[in-house]
């Protein structure tokens, strides 16, 4: 494809993603909203939010993806886990802690900007057929990652739910989940900001004044971060190509105002996965 038509499908992406009501960039929304869900709590009856996770497989097997202190600090003392599979609140998943294997990389001595803060809850398969049935989808980390596009758009969502968007009163617990545009704060996204030892790291910019946009994140940590290919298919029809590229797990505030989110990244969930290997 020359550049001149190639430029001109980049900006009708563009105008679909971002611009007026942003039809196209509503719908991937609501796509990786599907694999996302926000932690509920039960302690002494009362659900108190604790945090996100994306749903996932390897080789078959079902899995929560989260950031390590969400599991340690708030749902292995809960008396149950409560995950909300539609808005309603009606339709929930509830699991006792003991019914699942958390797997990863140990916890550190603290938690810090630097964790390592990763982990994959493994559920029991029979349990998790009412998460099926709500049309929430297993995103398969055992597949191949890379396509080759000509002519696309390529950015980046971080999915959550901060709890500063949700209702939380005692009888009452309505998490909402938000899919955030994001830019890295170093470097281009083509190359990772941080490493140190078998960890990687992404730093998020995060502009709170967006009007959808919590000016905290907490409730946040655990979520995934996306890359998204958006290309024009064969039939004339957009489509989008995504990757869970990392997890959500700290953040720092900005002098501006803003938040910079701290992310483990790729080749983190690839040492999280190795745990499950072993």
Sequence with gaps: MDRPEC?????????????????????????????????LKSDRGELLPAGTGTLV???GAPYILTAAHVWELNLA?????????????QNRYSISPNQITPVGPAAPPEWTEWGPDI??????PETIGGIEAAGRPFFNLSMKKERFIDCGFEFRMLAGAPAL??????????PELQGMLVRQVTGPFLSLVWHRSDFDYIDLD????????????????????WKIFVYKGPDGRFESFK?????????????????????HGPQS??????????
């Design 7 to 39: 430029d001109k499908i980049i900006d009708e992406i563009h105008r679909l993603l971002f611009e007026g009501s942003a039809p196209l960039g509503n719908e991937i929304t609501r796509e990786l909203v599907r694999y996302t869900v926000p932690f």
């Design 57 to 59: 497989r390897f080789q």
């Design 77 to 89: 003392e809960a008396d149950r886990i409560v995950i909300p599979l539609r808005d309603d609140g």
């Design 119 to 124: 982990r994959l809850l493994r559920l029991p």
């Design 165 to 174: 968007r949700g209702e939380f009163t005692a009888k009452r617990a309505f």
């Design 206 to 225: 995060i502009d709170t004044s967006m009007p959808d946009v919590a000016p905290r994140f907490g409730g946040v940590s655990g979520g995934g971060l």
């Design 243 to 263: 990757v869970l590229e990392g997890v959500a797990f700290f953040q720092m505030p900005q002098e501006s105002g803003g938040l910079v989110v701290r992310c």
């Design 269 to 278: 969930i690839g040492k999280a996965v190795c745990y499950l290997l072993n």
